[in-house]
């Protein structure tokens, strides 16, 4: 209990090392008495401010300059002080002061703020600076919203709306070829989520590509329309010859060594001849002088002698020997044609291509090894080695084309004078064309809407913490018009302190105090330090005994701390105050 404390340990601040002070020390000789309080003084400095503090700190508020205080009882045992003691420990002293009295300035006037009244007022400051802050950051973040909310302004969603439905309208746009497609009279309506029906097609071809290919089928539902589209010749089929065609065997036949007899001089000139590609000129050369009624050259036109002619004739067949013979007739039964077949009439249908592009391809390895068997058929004697072709393999491919492209001839015709298919795929080309035509918006559109949303979404939470400062602010405000002084017993405690009635008085005067001085207002610069150490004091002792009936306040235990109650700026009314 406060009643036991009789010395106090203190450490920090002026007390470098912990000192003890005896101040309620109840012995005097032998005798107990009874000490209700004791007085200190000391030059400035000397560590009366530092005890009143260590007061406070017993008192159980967080003070940090100083390390340690703690209360002692005549056993020199610690005293455990409980709450209630704490409440009943009282300290005067310029922290005090500072803390509990606040005089403001409205006009020519001071408003007094005493006490909670005095905390309050801080704590409005500080929660109007956070209300005025984050009015601020509301109304910035509202200017910001506008931005998203007017459709004229590119961050807008409403805008990319706007963007995605005139992409969507027009002659030359979706709306437009679907009327043409449906045969309407005006051009087909677009709402603004009309859009969302194209983003997520897939495309196989490009933009381009489908503007050809819807150009195509409008071409074709005019046609159809008029039945004028039929193709009533029928498909060319591939000669069966082509099914034979051997590639290895070419490329052994070309690969393929005659040995070269062994030749006289008149027969290496003849051979040279071969090797020239000659032979076949040789052997038209061998037919005449095998003639016996041949008696002149065909050539020179000299006269032959039947001896020399025969001489020439086997000298020729020598060069040109059966084995020679039958190789140059095999390699002129692989000598094929190149593929004759005219499907211009089917440009128009799907296969088409496939069909020429294959029929170029087969040609073009057919001409190549025609060109090489032709070679050696002239030069026999002489391998050409050549890379293996794929004309065996292709010639069924390109059979099946063309017995495709004749299927396709024929459902083409059944189906030229329908228009429900032509219809379904412009349908779909023009959904696809528009999936170009809304793509990119429609991510921008995405984009902004997230924007739009995060932006009102800060907007949300702005405001509520706007909101939350305004009520703040009200409420603390409130809090403070609802503190009812005990302006009676201030009042009284100054009229004694300055001896009059009228030196200084606080009256409540719609819903503040204000502050008189001779019954007049008075200006907070030119209220005194000591003045206002003297409403402190008043309010210290006033505020002992708030919500407390005077008789049970004084039978109660207190422990109060009065530093420097009479400073240099009391002076003048140093006598009232230790009078008080």
């Not at 009936?549 to 009232?576: H, R, T």
Request: aromatic letters at 8%.
């Amino acid at each position: 209990m406060l009643k036991d404390i009789t010395k106090i340990k203190i450490s920090g601040a002026i007390f470098d090392t912990p000192v003890t002070l005896d101040f309620f020390n109840p012995h005097e000789g032998d005798k107990l008495k009874t000490v209700k309080g004791a007085l200190l003084y000391g030059r400035n400095g000397t560590g009366k401010s530092t005890i009143a503090r260590a007061f406070r700190k017993i008192a159980g508020e967080n003070i940090l300059v100083i390390s340690s205080a703690v209360a002692y009882d005549i056993e020199d045992q610690y005293v455990m002080l409980n709450e209630e003691d704490k409440k009943h420990i009282f300290i005067f002293d310029e922290d005090y002061i500072q803390k509990n009295v606040r005089l403001q300035q409205d006009h020519l006037e001071t408003i007094v703020m005493l006490g909670h009244a005095a905390d309050l007022t801080e704590k409005i400051k500080e929660a109007e600076t956070e209300r005025d802050k984050a009015k601020t950051d509301y109304e910035r973040q509202v200017d910001v919203f506008k931005e998203y909310c007017d459709s004229s302004n590119v961050k807008s969603p409403k805008y990319c709306i706007l963007s995605l439905v005139n992409s969507l309208r027009g002659d030359d746009n979706w709306s437009g070829r679907d009327r043409e497609i449906m045969g309407g009279r005006q051009n087909t309506s677009v709402r603004e989520d009309t859009y969302k029906k194209f983003v997520k097609l897939m495309p196989a071809k490009q933009k381009t590509e489908l503007i050809v290919d819807y150009k195509v089928k409008r071409e074709e539902l005019q046609a159809a329309q008029t039945g004028a589209t039929t193709i009533d010749i029928k498909v060319p089929s591939l000669s069966k010859l082509y099914s034979d065609y051997d590639d290895k065997t070419v490329q052994m036949l070309l690969a393929m060594k005659i040995e070269k007899p062994e030749l006289s001089e008149r027969e290496q000139k003849l051979f040279a001849l071969v090797q020239r590609r000659k032979s076949e000129e040789l052997s038209q050369r061998l037919i005449i002088l095998r003639n016996k009624d041949t008696m002149q050259c065909p050539y020179c036109f000299q006269l032959l002698q039947q001896e020399y002619r025969e001489s020439l004739v086997k000298s020729i067949e020598k060069v040109l020997n059966e084995a020679v013979k039958d190789h140059q007739s095999v390699l002129q039964k692989n000598v094929f044609a190149i593929i004759d077949l005219n499907l211009d009439p089917f440009e128009k249908l799907s296969g088409y291509k496939e069909c020429v592009d294959l029929i170029e391809l087969v040609n073009t390895m057919i001409l190549g090894n025609n060109e090489n068997l032709k070679s050696k058929i002239e030069n026999p004697y002489t391998p050409i080695d050549t890379q293996t072709t794929d004309v065996k393999a292709l010639v069924p491919q390109l059979i099946k084309a063309v017995e495709d492209l004749e299927k396709v001839r024929e459902m083409y015709n059944k189906a030229a004078k329908k228009t429900d298919t032509i219809v379904f795929e412009m349908n779909r080309i023009n959904s696809e064309i528009a999936h170009y035509d809304v793509k990119v918006l429609s991510t921008l559109l995405e984009k902004q809407q997230e924007e739009y949303d995060a932006a009102e979404k800060l907007l949300k939470e702005l405001k509520a913490i706007y909101d939350v400062g305004k009520k703040a602010v009200e409420k603390l405000e409130s809090e403070r018009k609802n503190i009812r002084l005990a302006l009676d017993s201030i009042n009284a405690c100054m009229k004694y302190i300055f001896f009059a009635d009228d030196r200084l008085k606080i009256e409540y005067v719609d819903g503040v105090y204000k502050l008189l001085s001779h019954g007049k207002n008075v200006n907070p610069c030119d209220v005194s330090v000591g003045e206002r150490n003297i409403i402190g004091l008043s309010y210290f002792f006033t505020s002992i005994f708030e919500n407390q009936e005077e008789k049970d306040a004084y039978g109660k235990e207190y422990l109060i701390v009065v530093d420097d109650p009479v400073s240099s700026f009391d002076m003048e009314n140093k006598i009232g105050i230790l009078s008080f």
